[in-house]
């Protein structure tokens, strides 16, 4: 464990009398202490601090180079131009006791270097690394990535300026953002090298600070907001030491969770493609997703110019929509962007895409979208079902920006019959709905077909369905509830009938193929 000047001092605070400390004291390159003999002056290091005894009657003069002393008492002597940098304890402090209490400090950094390095050997975990951090600064830690995304924190953190995302994490509000990045005094911190400390009028506490950089590129920070104590010289170097492990947990995170999804993205690349699969690595992968094979989903399809395509805007995509869709993931496929989005049981596809609405308006893109669908195996039939509602979408309603293939698959079979897609893919979702209750008690599918076919005339239905009109009734208000189309609408219910003839087109509607 190599320690700082400041650290020392700091920690030994209480008893220091004195010192000469500077700019020179920040160098965290202390690793050892040792006593001070005068015969020593020809091979001393600055690896060590030394004690010595200034309380002697004679003065103590010291060597010129770049050294470190904690001196008992303050009868010395130093050259003018002399780079040592000292500590002075008081005169009745022995050497003893300095030795002890300096060992002490070296046991407790080594100590904590120590459990740093023990959680980046073993799971890494950024908010442990925090909470190491934070047992030492005393201090909120915080650590947030480029796209300003709260990645952990330990400590009582204030969270009032932070607004949920649709993920796994929450980030600073785009209003304190955009005041951030047009403050100078901000933009001023983002190229800082090592630790600074940062004011701004936009936030509350005082901050101090370690980027991360790629080269020039600023690429995220830790903060230890100024909260339960100011902040200390020997904080800034206990910080970029910190914010190195941190670093490193990140970067390892990053290439195993980017290693994991390159992997994941290839696989529903090829099922999109319509390529075979290995069953036991798609399931491998799913369960890191969490995902099941049998989950419900949706596809989204948005076309990408040639420029897009091959530069980082489509990258730049993919991480904005994943960072927004809760349970996603997306991937280029030829001339499009696609993402597989993962939908609850109960998720409503329309809430799990309010999200990402603005995103899409904002940059003028496009989107086509296919119906839920159960099965990730089935993720070639939804995006081209997500890619023709895009290009129908287009020529048909270009002042949308999103186009669902359920607004377009009466008009698609009537343009290409079952060349395309088998019948049952152009059935209404509510007739799929029904089409569970076929072989139920109560079946509700033969009841609105009925119903329709007899144009809504409760008593012919009755007779046709053997019920009483009462049952019909009941029959019906079930229904109703089950269902999104309004039967007093004839294009509605236009579609439900020509669903229910497609029904019967389609030789392979078993239960599981049909939800």
């Known amino acids: 464990m190599k ?6 001092h700091d920690a030994l605070s209480s008893c220091i009398v004195q010192h000469n400390l500077n700019n020179l004291s920040k160098k965290t390159c202390i690793q050892s202490v040792s006593v001070y003999e005068d015969e020593d002056a020809g091979s001393l290091s600055d690896r060590y601090i030394y004690i010595a ?21 303050d009868n010395l002597t130093l050259d003018a131009n002399s780079s040592v940098q000292y500590v002075i304890l008081p005169s009745d402090y022995s050497i003893k006791r300095a030795f002890c209490d300096i060992c002490k400090i070296f046991e407790k950094y080594q100590d904590w270097l120590d459990a740093l390095q023990s959680e980046l050997d073993g799971e890494a975990d950024i908010t442990h690394i925090c909470e190491l951090g934070y047992s030492l600064l005393q201090n909120p830690v915080a650590v947030y ?20 995302k649709r993920g796994p994490y929450t980030a600073i509000s785009s209003k304190l953002v955009m005041k951030l990045k047009n403050e100078p005094e901000y933009i001023k911190t983002i190229g800082v090298e090592g630790a600074g400390y940062q004011v701004s009028r ?33 904080d800034y170097q206990i910080a970029e030491i910190l914010t190195h492990f941190i670093r490193l947990a990140v970067n390892r995170r990053n290439t195993y969770a980017d290693s994991r999804r390159y992997v994941f993205r290839q696989l529903l690349k090829d099922i999109v493609n319509g390529d075979k699969v290995s069953d036991k690595r798609l399931e491998h992968y799913m369960e890191k997703w969490h995902w099941g094979n049998e989950d419900r989903y949706i596809c989204i399809y948005t076309g990408l110019d040639e420029t897009e395509t091959f530069t980082s805007s489509g990258s ?21 962007l696609i993402s597989i989005i993962h939908l609850l049981d109960d998720e409503n596809p329309e809430d799990a895409l309010a999200n990402v609405t603005a995103f899409f308006i904002d940059t003028q893109h496009y989107v086509g979208i296919s119906d839920v669908y159960y099965g990730i195996l089935k993720s070639n ?15 048909n309603k270009p002042s949308s920006w999103n186009f669902w293939f359920k607004d377009y698959a009466m ?31 109560v079946d509700y599918y033969t009841t609105l077909k009925v119903y329709l076919e007899n144009n809504m005339n409760l008593l012919h239905t009755a007779e046709k369905l053997f019920i009483h009109r009462t049952t019909l009734f009941h029959r019906l208000k079930y229904i109703e509830k089950i269902i999104s189309a309004d039967l007093n609408d004839s294009e509605a219910r236009f579609r439900l009938l020509l669903s229910f003839k497609l029904m019967e087109m389609d030789n392979d509607n078993q239960l599981e193929q049909i939800v």
């Open 145 to 164: 990535d480029k796209n300003y995304t709260l990645l952990a924190c330990a400590g009582e953190l204030d969270m009032s300026y932070l607004e949920d």
């Open 53 to 73: 005894d200034a309380s002697r009657d004679e003065p103590i003069h010291l060597p010129a180079e770049n050294l470190f002393f904690a001196l008992i008492g």
């Open 381 to 395: 039939t939804a995006y081209l079902q997500a890619s023709i509602a895009y290009s129908m979408g287009l020529q």
């Open 411 to 441: 008009r698609h079979f009537f343009m290409n019959g079952t060349s395309v897609f088998p019948p049952i893919l152009y059935t209404e979702e509510d007739v799929r709905k029904l089409a569970a209750y076929k072989d139920a008690k």
């Open 316 to 336: 730049y995509m993919i991480n904005q929509i994943e960072s927004t869709v809760s349970d996603c993931c997306s991937f280029i496929y030829k001339n499009g």
């Open 3 to 8: 320690i700082s000047m400041w650290i020392l």
């Open 202 to 234: 936009h936030v509350s506490r005082a901050t101090l600070y370690v980027n991360f950089s790629n080269g020039d590129v600023f690429d995220g920070r830790v903060c230890v907001p100024e909260d339960n104590r100011p902040v200390r010289e020997g």
